[in-house]
T-cell receptor, first 111, second 117 residues
Framework: TQLLEQSPQFLSIQEGENLTVYCNSS?????LQWYRQEPGEGPVLLVT?????EVKKLKRLTFQFGDARKDSSLHITAAQPGDTGLYLC???????????FGTGTRLKVLA | DTAVSQTPKYLVTQMGNDKSIKCEQN?????MYWYKQDSKKFLKIMFS???????INETVPNRFSPKSPDKAHLNLHINSLELGDSAVYFC????????????????FGPGTRLTVL
């Protein structure tokens, strides 16, 4: 079974702190995406990465795709309460072209 | 204007019933999807349609039948509902025809929470 494991599963931090969320697999992915989902809403795409080692920045969010394209990370600098939500990674498996989602990380940023 | 809309927002029904969830997108996209999100927030793709043609059909019981009357609509009909069907169902759409999900931006609807009693 191809899995995308996210860690941590839950994270509660104070406003202004930095954090990193990880998305790991034993499979290779041809692309990987990160979403944020708020309660009662659908996921919203944050970024797509396609090249091993690629780094993308979106304001205070930094996304990295692992060199071997088996893992990814999301780093948030100076977290704000508005960053609160469920963060999901999702990727297309290389070769089998399956689109699978990660197990999710629930982030709560306290004011 | 709502880009991807779903109706109903909530659906509570008895085991064994047949129900439908409707989805409409006004983005002019060629591809639409159905996803299931379980109680642990795990999201899984069910179907994908491109210009009314089924292109992805994951391992989903044949009690689930998607129907696309036109490019802007993708409805999900579920027969003989079971307790395990309780979940939030999301519709999504993306612009590029024939591209695998994960290479394009998908826009998700607000979800339909289905509860089977």
């Amino acid at each position: 079974t191809q899995l995308l494991e996210q860690s941590p599963q839950f994270l509660s931090i104070q406003e202004g702190e930095n954090l990193t969320v990880y998305c790991n697999s034993s499979s290779v992915f041809s692309s990987l995406q990160w979403y944020r989902q708020e309660p009662g809403e659908g996921p919203v795409l944050l970024v797509t990465v396609v090249t091993g080692g690629e780094v993308k920045k979106l304001k205070r969010l930094t996304f990295q795709f692992g060199d071997a394209r088996k893992d990814s990370s999301l780093h948030i600098t100076a977290a704000q309460p508005g960053d609160t939500g469920l963060y999901l990674c999702a990727g297309v498996t290389s070769g089998t072209y399956k689109y699978i989602f990660g197990t999710g990380t629930r982030l709560k940023v306290l004011a | 204007d709502t880009a991807v809309s779903q109706t109903p927002k909530y659906l509570v029904t008895q085991m064994g019933n047949d129900k439908s969830i409707k989805c409409e997108q006004n983005l002019g996209h060629d591809t639409m999807y159905w996803y299931k999100q379980d109680s642990k927030k795990f999201l899984k793709i069910m179907f994908s349609y491109n210009n009314k043609e089924l292109i992805i059909n994951e391992t989903v019981p044949n009690r689930f039948s998607p129907k696309s009357p036109d490019k802007a609509h993708l409805n999900l009909h579920i027969n003989s509902l079971e307790l395990g069907d309780s979940a939030v169902y999301f519709c999504a759409s993306s612009q590029l025809a024939g591209r695998a999900p994960g290479t394009d931006t998908q826009y998700f609807g607000p979800g339909t929470r289905l509860t089977v009693l």
